[in-house]
């Protein structure tokens, strides 16, 4: 019997769209996709598995659960993820390059402009609408996947509870709590007749890799130096890409010296304010410090360890994934991931919501999603741009 888990894992069904289709809405979602890690996953649900009908929801819910589970920006993991149901190794790569692209291009166009023209002092009137439509598009997202994923279930809805408390308590996501979960859920639904044969390893690996310099004509031991360092966030950071901001700013600012404290303001607002993974601040990092190369690199030590990650265990989740203890083990992860996610919302709402008019901006944002199911996010999010570039210098 062939034991080899990426044979045994081969797609049980034909796929009801090409793996073509897949890498377009890759790209748009990079491409369009504003409102960081929470609206991001929320897109992908709602266009992949409720309107698409491409991924079922079980398979959603394993690859969100291994999303949350393994270090690495979670939106980028799940889109691998989706990626790699059906169309396996090759699947997982192009849709995760395809999800980052976009956001990287634009970047390294913003760092350019950063570095010729002195600053984008604009930035700060855009971030204040924009950051305050973002809350009301998280906030939705979150509703719609605590809806979907907890439902009426107590047990569930204890786990969503506590992690979405410790997240605003704490202001980070603690990753030993989301294995907890699953295994209280899984020991209380699902106990296991006998511990000693648990095949449940979807979370064992080891590896930690590291991406070397690109280009032979700039400062290899800089861009080793990046290398190194951004592996490091991608591989030991949990949770959205907003949690690797501290963690960035430690580096950056404080340890390295590579930016300035602006400069790194800058940074993450030029994130938010670009559609993609949040975590793609590492691109605009990497280009003030060494430019195309930098950013190259910085991206590539960044990705590569969560590509991992999530290819890697993928085919023990599909083997393994409809065991009765997997099954209880990846709706704790689950609960455990939203009620981090929704604690997120209000986390980053501290920061985004900081007068009146930011917070009639974001109930706008909740208002017209709620009744116009239809409405595109890019729209709300370019007008929320404008009102910034408008309200900001009259308030400040």
């Not at 279930?153 to 980070?172: G, N, P």
């Not at 400062?219 to 690797?244: E, M, Q, R, T, Y």
Request: some cysteine.
């Amino acid at each position: 019997m062939d034991t080899n888990p990426l044979t045994v894992a081969a797609p049980a069904e034909t796929p009801r769209y090409t793996l073509w289709q897949l890498v377009l809405y890759m790209l748009r979602l990079g491409a369009l996709g504003f409102g960081g890690p929470v609206a991001l996953v929320g897109y992908m649900y709602r266009d992949l598995v409720e309107t698409r009908k491409w991924i079922a929801e079980d398979d959603y819910k394993e690859g969100l659960a291994l999303a949350q589970l393994a270090p690495g920006p979670l939106a980028a993991q799940l889109g691998i993820y989706m990626g790699y149901v059906h169309y396996r190794l090759l699947g997982a790569t192009l849709a995760g390059i395809a999800f980052v692209i976009p956001s990287f291009l634009m970047v390294v166009a913003l760092g350019w402009a950063y570095l010729r023209f002195g600053g984008l002092s604009w930035m700060q009137a855009v971030f204040y609408g924009v950051g305050a439509a973002v809350i009301g598009i998280i906030a939705m997202s979150a509703k719609k996947l605590t809806q979907k994923s907890v439902g009426k279930d107590k047990l569930l809805w204890a786990i969503y509870l506590v992690l979405a408390a410790v997240t605003v308590v704490t202001e980070s996501e603690i990753a030993w709590l989301f294995i907890a979960s699953g295994v209280l859920v899984w020991f209380l639904r699902a106990p296991p007749k006998w511990l000693g044969k648990g095949n449940l390893n979807a979370a064992a690996l080891t590896q930690l890799p590291m991406a070397g310099g690109l280009f032979g004509t700039i400062d290899l031991p800089l861009l080793s130096h990046i290398a190194i360092f951004f592996a490091k966030a991608g591989a030991f950071v949990f949770g959205s890409g907003l949690a690797i901001v501290p963690f960035l700013y430690g580096g950056v600012v404080t340890d390295l010296h590579w930016l300035s404290e602006k400069q790194f303001v800058d940074a993450v607002a030029v994130a938010m304010i670009t559609p993609g993974p949040v975590v793609i601040t590492v691109g605009f990092i990497g280009y003030l410090v060494a430019g195309l190369p930098g950013a190259a690199v910085a991206s590539l030590a960044t990705f590569l360890p969560c590509y991992l990650f999530t290819v890697l265990p993928a085919p023990y989740f599909k083997k393994y994934g409809k065991l009765p203890g997997v099954v209880a083990f990846v709706e704790g992860i689950t609960a455990a991931a939203i009620g981090a996610i929704t604690g997120s919302v209000i986390v980053i709402a501290r920061r985004s919501i900081v007068d009146i008019p930011t917070i009639l901006i974001a109930l706008a944002t909740i208002a017209l999603l709620w009744k116009f199911k239809k409405l595109q996010e890019p729209v709300i999010v370019a007008a929320a741009a404008v009102l910034g570039l408008i309200i900001y210098p009259l308030m400040h």
